[in-house]
Each structure stands twice: as C-alpha cells, then as structure tokens.
C-alpha cells in the first residue's frame, strides 16, 4: 500500500479515536450517561476494528495470536470471577453487554487490543523480549490503575470488598507479562502506528474519567 494512502488511513483513525472518546468524556458527565454506557461494547469494537485496519500483517501467525490472546485473555476473566483466586473476588456488571459464563465476551476483545498496542509500542525498544515483556506488563498494569477507578464507577464490575485488592493488580502484570511474551515470540509484522496514538488516547481517556 503507497505512504500517502496509510498516512490517510492513520490519520482518519485517529481523529474518530479523539472523537469517540472525547464525547465519552462529555456523555458521561451528562444525563444521558446510560446512553453513552449502553455504547461501551460498541467503543470497543470500533477501536479494535480501526487498529486492524492500520494492521499490515494478516497472516496465519497473526491469526493464530489473536485467537489464543482472545481465548486466554476471556477464560482468565472466567476463571477469576469463579474462583477468586486470580485478581480477587469481583463480578461483572451490565455496561460491558453480553456475558457468557458471567463473563462479557468483550472482554476478551479488550485483552486482544491491550496486548497488541502495549505489545507493538514497546516492540520499538532495541531490547529483548524479555525485557519489553516486563516493561510492558508495567505500562498496561498502570493503565488498569485507572480503569479501576472507572470501572467501579460505571458499573463495568465491582469488588466485593468495594476496591481492588493489590493481588489484582499483581495478577494483571503476571497475565499481561505472559500474553506479551507470546506477542514477542510470534512471527508477524509489528509495526502499527495507530497503536501508540490508541495507547495515549486509552490512558488520558481513562485517567480523565478517574478524576471527574
């Protein structure tokens, strides 16, 4: 595909990226809050559905990354909320939509996103897997930070001691640690430059909605 035509093509993403999530922002700070909630699920697949199309590798390998991070990421989720033992005792609540196991099937979507863009951006470091793994699993586990705070507020789930217990965010950097590695050793390009702009976007979205 000729530069002119990604630069566009990056560039459209990007402004409906802003755009989503600043009306987000605004919505949910006015009386059609439920409205915009209702809407979460859609955010998501937008968002994922923009970053792909900013993808340049559509291989075999690539597939087979985005089943196991979605499936992996989906039946951790199942088996925290079950047993308690991985992020604590939370359950989930209608904002993220349909649930399969009591848990959203989105959410594995958001693993997908999250690992991918963390899993590209740091794939820039002129270091070894290992390392970007590590240095990864920290950024994504100071995003979660904020998405605690959101998710509490809106009904994304809850805790059942009201707040999340440090061993949540323990497991998040161990799962996040362990889906990047596999993101490391696959063999597809990773080289998206929406990702880092969809990370920034992520991170002001939430930490915004954690102060409101």
Request: hydrophobic share 55%.
């Amino acid at each position: 595909m000729p530069n002119g035509q990604k630069d566009k093509r990056l560039f459209v993403s990007t402004i409906i990226l802003v755009v989503i999530h600043v009306a987000g922002i605004i919505g949910l700070q006015t009386e059609y809050k439920d409205l915009f909630l209702m809407c979460t699920p859609f955010n998501l697949l937008l968002s994922i559905g923009l970053l792909f199309w900013n993808h340049n590798d559509f291989s075999k390998s690539f597939f087979i990354f985005s089943v196991l991070i979605f499936s992996t990421g989906y039946l951790v989720e199942v088996a925290g909320v079950k047993t308690g033992m991985i992020f604590g005792h939370y359950s989930y609540g209608k904002t993220l939509g349909f649930k399969l196991l009591d848990v959203p099937v989105i959410i594995g979507i958001n693993w997908l996103m999250l690992i991918y863009i963390i899993g590209v951006v740091f794939n820039k470091l002129n270091i070894n897997g290992l390392f970007r793994s590590i240095f990864g699993a920290a950024a994504l586990t100071t995003l979660d930070f904020f998405i605690e705070v959101v998710a509490i507020k809106y009904d994304f789930w809850k805790w059942s001691n009201y707040t999340p217990p440090f061993q949540n965010f323990v497991a998040w950097f161990i799962v996040s640690f362990i889906l990047l590695l596999l993101f490391n050793s696959m063999n597809f390009k990773k080289d998206n430059k929406l990702a880092q702009g969809l990370f920034i976007i992520q991170l002001v979205f939430f930490i915004t909605l954690s102060v409101l």
